[in-house]
């Protein structure tokens, strides 16, 4: 007989960034009063799930996303570095259209394959180390319900992968379906993917 296992990959919230610097992997990012109240209707809207295991990124954004999940359910946040933000090589810098690193022509090349991308962690290796963290929490969820707190990027190329879609895309909002302390959800039968859905609980 399968086992049925829910595995909900979540955004952190916002960030305090008042420079808009792109943060990546920088340590000391923390979230903002708004991004601490998306978290909140995050766990609100988790709070009746058969949740037994929460996990997140090392980075602050993720665990203090994860903190009220974990509260609410009275359970630890475990830590994965498979869900950390994709590294990237503007890292620190504004990278605003029209501002910053990209109105640098010595920073053009770095932009001369979006397909891979050229300026950060290639999505071949994103997926599978997404995939690894998810499946790792199914494991550990068995029969019952694991969440997963990660970044925009990473999350939208699961997703990405999981559902059969080119993992290349451009780096636009509108061209993600992953909006801040959104939460995209997989419902395996063992290791088999039967459905997904996505929802934005700050939204509703």
């Known amino acids: ?39 909140r209707a995050a766990a609100d809207w988790l709070a009746g799930k058969d949740i037994v ?3 997140a990124s090392p980075l602050e954004r993720a665990q203090e996303t ?5 509260d609410i359910h009275n359970l630890s946040i475990d830590t994965d570095d498979d869900l950390i933000e994709s ?12 501002d910053g690193a990209l109105r640098d022509p010595r920073n053009w090349p770095l932009l001369r394959n979006p397909a891979k991308p050229s300026w950060g962690e290639p999505y071949t ?26 970044h925009q990027l990473p999350v939208e190329t699961l997703r990405r992968a999981m559902t059969g879609r080119k993992l290349a895309h451009l780096p636009l909002p ?8 959104s ?22």
């Open 1 to 39: 007989m399968s086992v049925r296992t829910t595995v909900h990959v979540m955004r952190h919230g916002e960030v305090f960034n008042p420079e808009k610097v792109l943060y990546g992997r920088l340590p000391g990012y923390h979230l903002s009063d708004r991004g601490q109240a998306q978290a």
């Open 53 to 55: 295991y929460v996990v």
């Open 66 to 70: 994860a903190k009220p999940i974990a």
């Open 87 to 98: 590294w990237n090589v503007f890292e620190g810098k504004r990278v605003a259209p029209g």
């Open 125 to 150: 290796e994103i997926a599978p180390r997404m995939m690894a963290a998810m499946h790792r929490a199914r494991e550990k969820a068995a029969g019952h319900e694991a969440v997963c707190v990660s």
């Open 174 to 181: 509108n061209s993600r379906l992953c909006d801040l302390s």
């Open 183 to 204: 939460i995209t959800s997989f419902t395996f039968d063992d290791a088999m993917l039967v459905r997904w859905g996505y929802t934005e609980p700050w939204g509703i």
